[in-house]
């Protein structure tokens, strides 16, 4: 059965760090593209960050040179570092991968980005 459980949301101040960590069960997360995607109160759900099977990454522009993707392959976990946070920050994040046809998504990790 697969199971994705995020942890490491919290509220941070603007301009300070959080890393999110994504434990991933039931399969093998290096063979799969995973996503992070972040959901803001009202909004549309964004993927953030993406690792392919080969390791590759991108990332959106709104994040791009702020956060960074990374992948633990024999704790089958993966991570987003989060630096500079913004108060646009602000938002549920999910990761998720995409096997056999379907995406499949964790419970999701509350970020808050206030002063």
């Known amino acids: 059965q697969v199971q994705l459980v995020e942890s490491g949301g919290g509220l941070a101040q603007p301009g300070g760090s959080l890393r999110l960590s994504c434990a991933a069960s039931?399969?093998?997360?290096?063979?799969?593209?995973m996503n992070w995607a972040r959901q803001a109160r009202g909004k549309q759900r964004e993927v953030v960050a993406t690792?392919?099977?080969?390791?590759?990454?991108n990332y959106a522009d709104s994040v791009k040179g702020r956060f960074t993707m990374s992948r633990d392959n024999a704790k089958n976990t993966v991570y987003l570092q989060m630096n500079s946070l913004k108060p646009e920050d602000t938002a549920v994040y999910y990761c998720?991968?995409?096997?056999?046809?379907?995406?499949?998504w964790g419970q999701g990790t509350q970020v808050t980005v206030s002063s």
């Open positions: 998720n991968v995409f096997r056999f046809g379907q995406y499949s």
């Open positions: 039931g399969f093998t997360a290096s063979n799969y593209v």
């Open positions: 690792i392919t099977d080969t390791g590759s990454i």
